[in-house]
């Protein structure tokens, strides 16, 4: 079974800091797509980044970064210089084909991430 | 349009009622995803639509639950004699491709149900 698993509930940081949330995966696959998405209170889901399986390169999206140790089925996110409005919940989630036609996502439980001032 | 529109973002709904949701892809996206997001959960995946086809639904909780995009576009996700565990955030995506490789999905902003 694909799993995701987010091992962290609830984290905080101080505004202008570096936090880290982890995630570990489950596969047998061998090449795929990792994602982190975010979810405010609004609810919408808003991608954060995004990490080819095949790539060594870590992925990077201004002050986002991925930690991806794909021998150790793990995908940490790095928030360098949070902001107050980094506050929301965090996904990991994990793109696994659909038979030849399509692939979906399976998410993590999320962790929260409160930004404080 | 711009994003993937989701309608009504609110509904409440008495238990044994039918609701009927609502979900208008981005243009031109060939695949389209409904997600349930219980409360302080991630979402779960429903089912997969490709163009018109429904490729998967093997994530739909029971026959209640019904989805359809018939013209390969618009989808609506009906449930019908809602019970209060269908109570959840009903999220919609939408993807350009329809193969396997990997490709950004991107999400509406939910349908709230409440059934009360």
């Known amino acids: 079974a694909q799993t995701v698993t987010q091992s962290q509930p609830e984290m905080s940081v101080q505004e202008a800091e570096t936090v880290t949330l982890s995630c570990t995966y489950d596969t047998s696959e061998n090449n795929y797509y990792l994602f982190w998405y975010k979810q405010p209170p609004s609810r919408q889901m808003i991608l954060v980044i995004r990490?080819?399986?095949?790539?060594?390169q870590n992925a990077t999206e201004n002050r986002f970064s991925v930690n991806f140790q794909k021998a150790a089925k793990s995908f940490s996110l790095k928030i360098s210089d949070s902001q107050l409005g980094d506050t929301a919940m965090y996904f990991c989630?994990?793109?696994?084909?659909?038979?030849?036609?399509?692939?979906?996502?399976?998410f993590g439980a999320g962790t929260i991430l409160r930004v404080k001032s | 349009g711009a994003g993937v529109s989701q309608s009504p973002r609110y509904k409440v709904a008495k238990r044994g009622q039918d609701v009927a949701l609502r979900c208008d892809p981005i243009?031109?996206?060939?695949?389209l995803f409904w997600y349930q997001q219980a409360l302080g959960q991630g979402p779960e995946f429903l089912t997969y639509f490709q163009n018109e086809a429904q490729l998967d639904k093997s994530g739909l909780p029971s026959d209640r639950f019904f989805a359809e995009r018939p013209e390969g576009s618009v989808s609506t996700l009906k449930i019908q004699r809602t019970q209060q565990e269908d109570s959840a955030v009903y999220l919609c995506a939408s993807s350009q491709a329809g193969g396997p490789e990997g490709n950004t999905i991107y999400f509406g902003e939910g349908s709230w149900l409440t059934v009360v």
């Open positions: 989630a994990f793109m696994i084909p659909l038979g030849e036609y399509g692939n979906k996502l399976v």
């Open positions: 243009s031109g996206h060939v695949s």
């Open positions: 990490q080819e399986a095949y790539k060594q």
